[in-house]
């Protein structure tokens, strides 16, 4: 079972940016889909970009333009580039296949990102 570890969060002001990055414990190789998903306060998780094995990317209308994706199969890695950052970004951003059930519905602990002035 493939688990995942986030980090790169923090405190910004709108207009900034940050890179999340997320490390697996094992191999993300064999898992076709990836994607970051975000959990703003009082709401449902959502899911903002996807990527396949083969680094065709897909994002939620949201983010489109402002977040990259990214995600390096031989160093077992997925990462977030999130630029010009609105408040409404604000949220724990968390890693994990798509669904996240391909790897047994494990979640991490996640990163928090707060927009703010």
């Known amino acids: 079972q493939v688990q995942f570890v986030e980090t790169g969060g923090g405190l910004v002001q709108p207009g900034g940016s940050l890179r999340l990055s997320c490390a697996a414990s094992g191999s993300i190789f064999s898992i076709y889909y990836m994607g970051w998903y975000r959990q703003a306060p009082g709401k449902q998780r959502e899911l903002v970009a996807t990527?396949?094995?083969?680094?065709?990317?897909n994002y939620a209308d949201s983010v489109k333009g402002r977040f990259t994706i990214s995600r390096d199969n031989a160093k077992n890695t997925l990462s977030l580039q999130m630029n010009t950052l609105k408040p409404e970004d604000t949220g724990v951003y968390y890693c994990?296949?798509?669904?996240?059930?391909?790897?047994?519905?494990?979640w991490g602990q996640g990163t928090q990102v707060t927009v703010s002035s």
């Open positions: 994990n296949a798509v669904p996240a059930s391909t790897t047994g519905g494990y």
């Open positions: 990527i396949t094995r083969d680094s065709i990317t």
